[in-house]
């Protein structure tokens, strides 16, 4: 299994630390992991973007120019990497903001309504969690067993009490996933 | 076995001096490395092992506090990224000229000047060649992950105090600012005087007993005849280094007809390139060098005349690529090295170095 993957979006909505749960719940399962975040400039600009790898093997280039898997957050990010989407890979876009959504149609795409599910269970949130959950649901990569020790391996200890919360958000998210193109 | 964890490289630097056994940190912030103070302020390791750690108010105040309270034989270190690294210049030229072992770690950035904050490796030459004014060298060692962030540290130390000689781990912006996997080194106690004597000598300035002159340290020596035979001494310790401290990994060199050449994150993004090109059919192996002075020259001159072609990527305009023609000239062999590189904090993608290779060995 390796997994190459790149979560991009807004900064504050949880894309940095969407991705490092991703990684430790890899630590978990006994893979290989790395996490390279964009920084300085590019993030003060409003976008952040982070590419997580996950493999069985040990991992070589961190840095990657296309991938398995695209979490898709804003217009911003669907522009810069829907192209970037190895054929027959997989992206996964909220809606909310988005005016011209993927048009591929040699990768999966699937929509999430992360943003108003969010709204829905009334704490916005936890939205990266409901997205993340909807990754898995599409990418069943890792055991939800070492999700849930990820989140206590990267959450600090006094955020421990959250934890119900975010694996709730991970299993709505699960259910809502919708198919707009299959390969 | 030690603490497995996931880190940022900048992070793991402040966790495995703290490890080590380090006496003192000195620096200031610059991006992509302020990590590593923020790490060592955040763990707060005076309360700990009783490391000092402060924030001087320049690079140069750094490296001069470094200067001191390596003269007394501490375990001390400084962080910095390339412009800042530059300020230092001077004051790493004063330690290696008094014969101080110290730890200098530059997380690059995209240069020249004030430049860009993304990673680069376009210091390789001021690292190697010297960087400051004399004839001195610096150990050199590049990680190429963040596990080896963690090695390193200790490594450098070890190095630095066998041969009394500044040590700078290069790395850049990448690996400071990638999470990885890592085992944390156990910890180690910080040395006493008495111990630094006992391993390494008694040439700090940790008091004068009767049974002894004087140390004097510094790098001031106004009659030629004495400073000419200073310069001798040092050059017999680079000499040393060179025999015995060339370090390096390879990677599918078995039955390699080209090589890559490639150290810290540009060794990564080949050992990519590598898995591309034998997918093609192309029989391509990697060489990392590890310890960038001393050069692994060694293992270039055994490889040369097996191989058609070396070809040297980094992240800049062609620095190493000058070390890998010296060695394979010194084998006394006449192959082909070419170069490519991306400049100003790009990092080449595995297919452009494997589109390279094709473009500068295999289009005639």
């Known amino acids: ?183 | 076995m030690g603490d497995l964890r996931l880190m940022k490289g900048n992070e793991v630097l402040a966790e495995a001096a703290i490890r080590c056994g380090c006496d003192g940190y000195f620096g200031y912030p610059i991006t992509p490395q302020s990590e590593v103070m923020e790490m060592l302020m955040f763990r707060e390791p005076w309360n700990e092992t009783g490391m000092k750690v402060l924030q001087a108010e320049s690079e140069v105040a750094a490296i001069n506090m470094l200067y001191g309270a390596a003269a007394t034989g501490k375990k001390v270190l400084t962080s910095s990224s390339s412009p800042g690294i530059s300020l230092m210049a001077e004051g790493i030229s004063y330690i290696a000229g008094a014969e101080l072992p110290c730890l200098v770690i530059n997380v690059q950035r995209g240069g020249p000047g004030l430049g860009t904050i993304q990673p680069s490796q376009a210091d390789y030459s001021q690292a190697v060649k010297g960087g400051g004014h004399g004839d001195y060298k610096m150990i050199v060692l590049a990680p190429s992950s963040v596990q080896e962030m963690n090695d390193f540290v200790d490594l450098a130390f070890e190095l630095a105090f066998k041969y009394r000689n500044p040590a700078m781990i290069l790395t850049d912006g990448a690996i400071g600012q990638m999470m990885e996997k890592v085992e944390l080194s156990d910890y180690k106690k910080r040395w006493t005087d008495e111990e630094v004597i006992e391993k390494w000598g008694s040439w700090a300035t940790t008091g004068k007993p009767s049974s002894r002159e004087r140390n004097v340290i510094t790098s001031l020596e106004l009659d030629s005849e004495k400073m000419e035979a200073n310069n001798q001494r040092f050059q017999k310790k680079y000499r040393q280094m060179e025999a015995e401290e060339q370090r390096y990994e390879t990677f599918q060199i078995e039955d390699a007809e080209y090589v890559l050449v490639a150290f810290g994150t540009s060794a990564r993004v080949c050992q990519k390139s590598v898995e591309i090109a034998r997918e093609k059919g192309l029989k391509v192996g990697l060489l990392r060098p590890i310890s960038l002075f001393p050069f692994p020259k060694n293992i270039i001159g055994e490889l040369a005349p097996k191989v058609k072609g070396f070809l040297s990527v980094e992240m800049n305009a062609g620095q190493m690529v000058e070390d890998i023609k010296l060695a394979v000239h010194e084998a006394g062999c006449t192959r082909r090295v070419e170069f490519f590189g991306r400049m100003g904090g790009i990092i080449p993608t595995p297919g452009e170095v494997v589109d390279a290779l094709e473009q500068n060995f295999l289009k005639e």
């Open chain 1, 1 to 183: 299994m390796n997994e190459e993957l790149i979560i991009a979006g807004f900064g504050g909505q949880g894309v940095l630390s969407m991705g490092k749960i991703l990684a430790y719940s890899g630590i978990m399962e006994d893979k290989e992991v790395t996490w390279f975040p964009s920084y300085g400039p590019e993030m003060r600009g409003g976008t952040a973007n982070v590419t997580v790898i996950v493999s069985d093997e040990r991992i070589s280039s961190p840095i990657l120019h296309e991938f398995d898997t695209a979490i898709i957050l804003n217009q911003q990010s669907l522009d810069k990497f829907e192209k970037a989407v190895k054929p027959g890979g997989t992206l996964l876009y909220d809606p909310n903001g988005i005016v011209n959504p993927p048009t591929r149609k040699d990768i999966n795409i699937y929509k999430v309504e992360g943003t108003k599910t969010a709204v829905e269970m009334g704490n916005p949130k936890v939205f990266n969690m409901i997205v993340f959950g909807s990754y898995l649901k599409v990418k069943p990569i890792l055991k939800i067993d070492n999700v849930e020790k990820g989140l206590e391996k990267s959450l600090p200890e006094r955020y421990h009490k959250l934890i119900p919360l975010n694996l709730e958000a991970i299993k709505k998210g699960q259910e809502i996933v919708d198919a707009v193109n299959v390969v």
